[in-house]
């Protein structure tokens, strides 16, 4: 069925939209089963899960980190993720340019908007983004390659249009700067219940678990 769910999906997919199995608690069968329906992200949101499942399925995919990164955890995401979708802040970015420049590898990262202003939740508010990337901009092992937001979780998938709008304003908003080393070319949102939106509204990557994997035990 998960294979099945994949190919639906990247079916119906628009040029230029990548699929992104969102992986939380799933098993190296499940993960493996999507890969080879033609699912070439994988994202995790714990290092400690992606590093057993990595250890199984390794390069068969690329992995991006879609958690918040724990700095205690820096060196093995380095090791084992080919983007980190949620920068938040300076600390945890020189931190992680620390981690790459002990590895030698230039990290490809997207910067979280928190775009519902929700204190429970990480990510940078819309208005502080220019002000990040700029100080993030001198960083020498990480490469801002665009934008990721959440959104709130709500039961109407049209509730989070608002959200991915305001997104994509930050995101044209910083193409404009044309800043030196600065790349937006991924717009990383939408998920199950909302992803449809989210490319409306001009998501080139979305993250998607449920719709592939089914509900999870205990959760959706």
């Known amino acids: 069925m998960i294979r099945e769910n994949a190919q639906k999906i990247l ?86 340019d620390k981690g790459c420049a002990a590895s030698g590898k230039v990290m490809p990262v997207l910067i979280e908007i928190n775009s519902g202003r929700e204190e429970q939740k990480f990510g940078v508010l819309p ?8 100080k993030l901009s001198g960083l020498k092992y990480i490469r801002i390659k665009g934008l990721m937001t959440m959104g709130p979780l709500t039961g109407n998938p049209e509730d989070a249009r608002p959200y991915f709008i305001e997104t994509k304003r930050v995101f044209e908003r910083m193409k404009s700067l044309g800043l030196p080393e600065i790349e937006m070319r991924y717009l990383s949102m939408g998920m199950s219940h909302s992803y449809k939106i989210a490319i409306e509204e001009g998501a080139n990557i979305v993250r998607i678990g449920t719709r592939i994997f089914g509900q999870r035990l205990g959760g959706s």
């Open 11 to 96: 079916d119906e997919l628009p040029q230029g939209v990548e699929l992104e199995a969102a992986c939380k608690t799933r098993s190296c069968k499940e993960i493996l089963e999507a890969i080879d329906a033609g699912v070439n992200i994988i994202g995790e949101n714990y290092v400690q899960e992606a590093e057993k499942a990595f250890e199984v399925i390794g390069k068969r995919a690329r992995w991006h980190f879609i958690g918040h990164l724990q700095k205690n955890k820096i060196k093995k995401a380095v090791w084992i993720f080919d983007m980190i979708e949620t920068l938040d802040s300076i600390k945890l970015a020189e931190e992680l």
């Open 127 to 134: 208005e502080e983004v220019e002000g990040l990337i700029i």
